[in-house]
């Protein structure tokens, strides 16, 4: 599934600090000068500032991804593939992967690993480093902590100090490919539960740091092998002959034939309506959905759709 393209994703939002946040740099500096604990910091639109790593920002949308399916679901069982959701990271070695097709490897993961990968299977999901809109609006601050000795009561180490970012905007693009409309909507679900609070980034979440808040600019799903049928009103696959309405969501085994979505273990039917009409994409060649920001037919209304499928899905293995 990874040598074509069948639908892509591209999810643009900006993550805002809701107090401090700190992502440290992998190795101590050694200006005296500066705190024991810095913010990463990259070159970025000719200079140098801090950002927001995407592989962070991968692991912890991937944590918290593996929290919720383990919540309605467990951790991997090979004797019931039925219910395999989210792998154990410390017990499973993927033993039972070994010498197996590509279409079994993936049809024998777990939901989460279909999505971020494992050792045998690539990621689907890439999430760009987040770099700070407009520079000036940073806000950097120094603080000061110790880490207390669980048993006496006394500091253990420190004090030390820290560099924490207060206020700001960070841009990134979460990008999701070949995927299913239940996949899609765990997405939704996860920058939700980002958004309200429930988990955080970076460096002592514990303390409280580490929360934002999202807000989504734009997310546009495409179907690259596709065009559009304005006279019908229709979505048409260039090659094969699959058809369907211009204003559904389409997941990636809708493009697939019957046997070829049993082998990977894609839905299909895997379609949901929304409020959205589709539209050439550039070069006249491709089909486009776009939602524009957080209003009622924006982004959030396309994760709406999405989770409807992921519900579906939840009741199906229920049942």
Known sequence: MHKRFVNHCTIDLTLIPDGPILIKSGKEGADPTKPDMEFVETYHAGGKSIYLPGSSLKGAIRAHAERVVRTVGKDSNPDRLDILWANDPLNDKYDYLQKESSSDIYKLSSFTDRIFGNTSIASRLRIQDAHPIDKKQLKIQERNGVAIDRVFGSVAVGPFNYQ????????????????????????????RDLNDGWFGIGFAKSRGLGTVTVKYNEAVVQYPGCQLDKDNRQIQQIVKSGRWGHTLLLGAGEFLDAEEAANYGFPKPDNQPTPIAAEPMDLDFGVQLKWQGDGETGVPNLFQCAVRAWSKLLTGAAA
Request: with cysteine; glycine share 10%.
């Open 164 to 191: 924490v970012c207060t206020a700001g905007e960070f841009r990134t693009k979460i990008h999701l490919k070949n995927f299913s409309l239940a996949q899609l909507g765990l997405i939704g679900l996860v920058l």
